[in-house]
């Protein structure tokens, strides 16, 4: 059932926040009828109507979401639902810890990572480059760090570090030194302020490249203010210790750290020998644990692309999960 329902000007039926790649995690994910799922990052809900629409009374829908405003976008969806829901505020791996230390077991777990629109359309959240904002990009407003106190506390080889590692920023450490320059003069406080000093940083034909050219920065800083890779790697070991038998796990990503963490998960976990060629026999004792369903990552159609640009980067993979 959609909804038509609106919070604070956001509505979740807008051509702008299109769940990606719906169609095609449907059909990987298979649900049926009395399946419980868990939707480890609900925001606000796209994902979550489609697969309700194949769930009868006798399933279990378990919402996730760091961001507090998640759960308006929850009680909207569970009120049209005849099956049992529940909505947890917190990060993804932690609510799966928590879930499988109280013997739930899922036979469907999906995550839909990076920023949700929900966020990015919120100039006071500071995720966008576009808008002129205090530089927060916390997605739990209650978080303990915000991006102002990295960009003005951190020292120069950190910043580069994180541009580097985070956002495969090429002139990470440029940037990084003249963020320090500016702010001996005054403090960062502004998600603009942060556009201007990335600007003056590089050369000048970067500038005028593919994509906004603090778009990298600005990626950089909220993989780390959000611990981002370290929820997922955590995040994914508990969803495999929550799934059962048969149970299905699908990663949808944006760029290529996290992409490449999801596929080494999996990897890992085939039951490949990973014993030296020149012994006769197997030791190592190699145990599948996943049957890997996309041999590789499922991408958007151009048709999709063009009706939501944002879904341009994303990846689906999905594993599921072998009886031992």
């Given at each position: 059932?959609?909804l038509?329902?609106?919070?604070?000007?956001?509505?979740?039926?807008?051509?702008?926040?299109?769940?990606?790649?719906?169609?095609?995690?449907?059909n990987?994910?298979?649900?049926?009828?009395?399946?419980?799922?868990i939707?480890?990052?609900?925001?606000?809900?796209?994902?979550?109507?489609?697969?309700?629409?194949?769930?009868?009374?006798?399933?279990?829908?378990i919402?996730v979401?760091?961001?507090?405003?998640a759960?308006?976008?929850f009680?909207?969806?569970?009120?049209h639902?005849?099956f049992?829901?529940?909505?947890i505020?917190?990060?993804f791996?932690?609510?799966?810890?928590d879930?499988?230390?109280n013997?739930?077991?899922a036979?469907?777990?999906?995550?839909d990572l990076?920023?949700?629109?929900?966020?990015?359309?919120?100039?006071?959240?500071?995720?966008?480059?576009?808008?002129?904002?205090p530089?927060?990009?916390?997605?739990?407003?209650a978080?303990?760090?915000?991006?102002?106190?990295?960009?003005?506390?951190?020292?120069?080889?950190?910043l580069?570090?994180i541009?580097?590692?985070?956002?495969?920023?090429r002139?990470?450490?440029?940037?990084?030194?003249?963020?320090c320059?500016e702010?001996?003069?005054?403090?960062?406080?502004?998600?603009?302020q942060l556009?201007?000093?990335?600007?003056?940083?590089?050369?000048?034909?970067a500038?005028?490249?593919?994509g906004?050219?603090?778009r990298?920065?600005?990626?950089?800083?909220?993989?780390?203010?959000?611990?981002?890779?370290?929820?997922?790697?955590?995040?994914?070991?508990?969803a495999?210790?929550?799934?059962?038998?048969?149970?299905?796990?699908?990663?949808?990503?944006?760029?290529?750290?996290?992409d490449?963490?999801?596929?080494?998960?999996?990897?890992?976990r085939?039951?490949?020998?990973?014993?030296?060629?020149?012994?006769p026999?197997?030791?190592?004792?190699?145990?599948?644990?996943?049957?890997?369903?996309?041999?590789?990552?499922?991408?958007?159609?151009?048709?999709?692309i063009?009706?939501?640009?944002?879904?341009?980067?994303?990846?689906l993979?999905?594993?599921?999960?072998?009886?031992?």
């Amino acid at each position: 059932m959609q909804l038509n329902n609106s919070i604070q000007g956001f509505s979740s039926n807008d051509p702008a926040h299109l769940p990606v790649l719906a169609d095609e995690l449907l059909n990987l994910l298979d649900p049926q009828p009395d399946d419980t799922v868990i939707d480890c990052t609900f925001g606000a809900g796209g994902h979550a109507r489609r697969v309700a629409r194949e769930l009868h009374q006798d399933a279990l829908f378990i919402g996730v979401d760091r961001d507090p405003v998640a759960k308006r976008y929850f009680d909207l969806f569970a009120q049209h639902q005849p099956f049992r829901c529940r909505f947890i505020h917190g990060n993804f791996a932690h609510a799966l810890e928590d879930l499988n230390q109280n013997g739930i077991e899922a036979d469907l777990i999906y995550l839909d990572l990076g920023v949700s629109s929900m966020q990015l359309d919120r100039p006071e959240r500071g995720f966008s480059y576009s808008y002129n904002a205090p530089l927060d990009m916390r997605m739990d407003p209650a978080g303990k760090r915000t991006a102002r106190e990295l960009i003005n506390e951190l020292p120069a080889a950190e910043l580069a570090r994180i541009f580097k590692s985070y956002g495969e920023e090429r002139y990470a450490r440029q940037i990084a030194k003249r963020i320090c320059i500016e702010r001996d003069k005054k403090p960062f406080e502004t998600t603009l302020q942060l556009v201007d000093a990335v600007k003056a940083a590089i050369p000048t034909p970067a500038r005028f490249g593919a994509g906004h050219p603090a778009r990298r920065v600005f990626q950089a800083l909220r993989i780390a203010v959000n611990d981002e890779l370290a929820s997922l790697e955590q995040g994914l070991e508990n969803a495999m210790s929550l799934l059962a038998p048969g149970g299905r796990l699908a990663v949808i990503s944006f760029h290529s750290l996290e992409d490449r963490i999801v596929k080494q998960f999996f990897a890992a976990r085939v039951g490949k020998c990973t014993c030296p060629p020149d012994l006769p026999q197997c030791v190592c004792e190699a145990r599948a644990e996943v049957r890997v369903i996309t041999r590789r990552p499922v991408a958007p159609s151009e048709d999709e692309i063009a009706e939501n640009p944002r879904a341009q980067s994303a990846k689906l993979r999905v594993a599921e999960k072998l009886a031992q």
